[in-house]
């Protein structure tokens, strides 16, 4: 197979949204995709709204004048980009946060790892006490892994990055796994019946899968949800919502307008649409950030909206210049430059796993950056002090020299989740976490990569992104929380089931009817692992409880 089938044009042009719906999805990453898909099976007439734009397998950068095109940087001294960028990177006083945008949310642009939680993770009490120990959470992660199929890739241990990292466990004296992937290794018709074509282990998945073998919200779950009468719009992002008047159609309206204003002011722009029932599923920041603002409107939310905030214990780093050639800088799809695979952007894992506490445990990824960003990595470490090197670097390239000797760790561990997001003067989400740079966490990864990099011959390093051009603050990829399951509403936002908590109701755990959280907003504490396989179980998991609630039939 040489390309892969690309579903149909999944987004309608909003000029034919209707006018009232069963249900309105905000989002479409993980969270989104899987409601829409399970709701509209359930017969619901259902709308997903997202902020970004679709993408066509074959569209997405792969060239750094279109990757820079795509970043849309908030916050700090930088001018925004487009509202639609694929790239959405908050500046933060304290922590910046790297996210995806598009139709198919962050599964276009992450590293594709899908892994379980350490089962202690779950038996912690930050989580409702129905979810602890619950039996339907497996049930719910086997739904998910019917469609996101994660798989090792079958020839892990020849790439060369994966020989890398199996000589760093040497200093541990663990062996490294592969990582389980939701990427298609075979040509394959998938579960919704769209043709995908064999990785190419190009190392671009971290860019958007200019294959198609990446298995995305965009060609698994949103398909489907359209297959089964789900309307879908791109580019439209949700102000707010607010509770029907007397005369209004529905429960609630929803009010949007077009991600790309152009200049004009976006009251003149604002439209709405009716739902009797809402999923948030706008992603962390999204979501929360959404509530904060429903909230200002009249949403009677409890005082646990925009709480522990989790960076999941993220830190990127290098193990620059070391002993033997790495190959960790991707060659795009069609390859740019004659190397041997690359891989995905995480082929294989060492699991530091501390039986006595587990906030001390680590899982060190080997990653991939892609080759978009190749012309800029010279530049990149610069400001970590090694500049002859970068020197060096520009003369030879990236695929010669100490860059292709470089090694990208991606390490995960936990943290305390005790960030917390506001909404600014300017009515813009912000993340207040002072003491995160005091987090346990991150000395330990520092200490542990340092090790880890000593044993292939190289310098330690830690991100020279956040280091020289952010102010050296903690970034991720996997931000979690301020949408905290809880017991109640004294202790979180939303129950076990996914409904938001209603700070007016005589009953703690009393809930708002018809309103939902489905995204990485609801995760109770750090997972120490890739979110995306949780959120997407977490999220079949309320599916399966709100068919049962109201007497609908879901299969998988």
């Known amino acids: 197979m040489s390309s892969s089938s690309s579903p149909q044009t999944l987004s309608s042009p909003i000029e034919t949204i209707r006018p009232h719906y069963d249900v309105m999805v905000i989002g479409s990453g993980y969270g989104g995709g899987i409601s829409a898909s399970r709701l509209s099976r359930m017969g619901k007439k259902v709308c997903v709204l997202e902020r970004g734009k679709e993408w066509k397998i074959g569209e997405f950068p792969n060239r750094f004048p279109e990757m820079r095109q795509e970043l849309n940087i908030?916050?700090?001294?930088?001018?925004?980009?487009?509202?639609?960028?694929?790239?959405?990177?908050?500046?933060?006083?304290?922590v910046h946060v790297i996210a995806g945008n598009g139709l198919g949310g962050g599964s276009l642009i992450n590293a594709a790892v899908a892994l379980r939680p350490d089962q202690r993770v779950f038996e912690d009490a930050a989580w409702p006490k129905q979810l602890r120990g619950d039996s339907l959470l497996d049930e719910a992660y086997s739904r998910a892994?019917?469609?996101?199929?994660?798989?090792?890739?079958?020839?892990?241990?020849?790439i060369t990055k994966a020989k890398a990292l199996e000589k760093c466990g040497k200093a541990f004296g663990v062996e490294p796994v592969a990582s389980?992937?939701?990427?298609?290794?075979?040509?394959?018709?998938?579960?919704?019946?769209i043709e995908q074509s064999a990785c190419t282990r190009c190392g671009d998945c971290c860019a958007g899968c200019n294959v198609g073998a990446k298995n995305t919200i965009a060609v698994t779950y949103l398909?489907?949800?359209?297959?089964?009468?789900?309307?879908?719009?791109?580019?439209?992002k949700v102000s707010h919502i607010r509770a029907s008047e007397e005369g209004e159609t529905g429960k609630w309206q929803i009010i949007y307008y077009p991600s790309d204003t152009k200049g004009k002011e976006i009251d003149n722009l604002l439209s709405q649409v009716a739902a009797d029932e809402v999923v948030f599923a706008a992603g962390t920041l999204g979501t929360t950030e959404l509530l904060l603002r429903s909230k200002a409107h009249g949403l009677p939310l409890g005082e646990r909206v925009g709480k522990n905030f989790s960076a999941?214990?993220?830190?990127?780093?290098?193990?620059?210049?070391?002993?033997?050639?790495?190959?960790?800088?991707?060659?795009?799809?069609?390859?740019?430059?004659?190397?041997?695979?690359?891989?995905?952007?995480?082929?294989?894992?060492?699991?530091?796993?501390?039986?006595?506490?587990?906030?001390?445990?680590?899982?060190?990824?080997?990653?991939?950056?892609?080759?978009?960003?190749?012309?800029?990595?010279?530049?990149?470490?610069v400001p970590g002090g090694k500049l002859m090197g970068a020197i060096s670097g520009l003369l030879k390239g990236v695929y010669k020299g100490p860059l292709a000797r470089t090694q990208t760790f991606f390490a995960v561990s936990h943290d305390d989740s005790s960030g917390q997001m506001i909404l600014d003067d300017n009515d813009k989400l912000v993340i207040d976490w002072p003491d995160v740079r005091e987090q346990p966490f991150i000395k330990n990864i520092d200490d542990t990569l340092a090790k880890t990099t000593e044993a292939i011959g190289g310098s330690y390093m830690k991100n020279p992104l956040a280091t020289g051009i952010m102010g050296g603050k903690p970034a991720t990829a996997h931000p979690l929380g301020g949408c905290k399951m809880g017991n109640d509403r004294t202790d979180g936002a939303v129950n076990h089931?996914?409904?938001l908590f209603d700070a007016n109701a005589a009953d703690e755990a009393g809930v708002i009817d018809g309103l939902y959280v489905c995204d990485g907003s609801i995760i109770a504490r750090s997972l120490g692992v890739n979110p995306l396989f949780t959120i997407s179980a977490l999220t079949e998991r309320a599916m399966v409880l709100y068919a049962r609630d109201n007497d609908l039939q879901l299969e998988v």
């Open 145 to 158: 892994e019917t469609y996101l199929r994660p798989t090792p890739d079958p020839k892990a241990f020849e």
């Open 497 to 499: 089931k996914c409904q």
């Open 180 to 193: 389980p992937v939701v990427i298609s290794y075979e040509d394959n018709t998938n579960p919704v019946g």
């Open 312 to 381: 999941n214990g993220d830190v990127i780093a290098f193990g620059y210049n070391t002993d033997e050639a790495v190959n960790a800088v991707g060659v795009g799809h069609p390859a740019k430059v004659d190397m041997p695979p690359i891989g995905a952007s995480v082929t294989v894992q060492l699991n530091l796993t501390d039986e006595d506490t587990l906030n001390n445990s680590i899982k060190i990824e080997e990653g991939v950056l892609p080759s978009a960003v190749a012309p800029l990595l010279p530049v990149m470490f």
């Open 223 to 236: 398909p489907d949800a359209k297959k089964h009468g789900a309307d879908i719009f791109s580019a439209c």
């Open 74 to 94: 908030r916050g700090g001294q930088s001018r925004p980009g487009r509202e639609t960028g694929l790239f959405d990177l908050r500046v933060g006083k304290d």
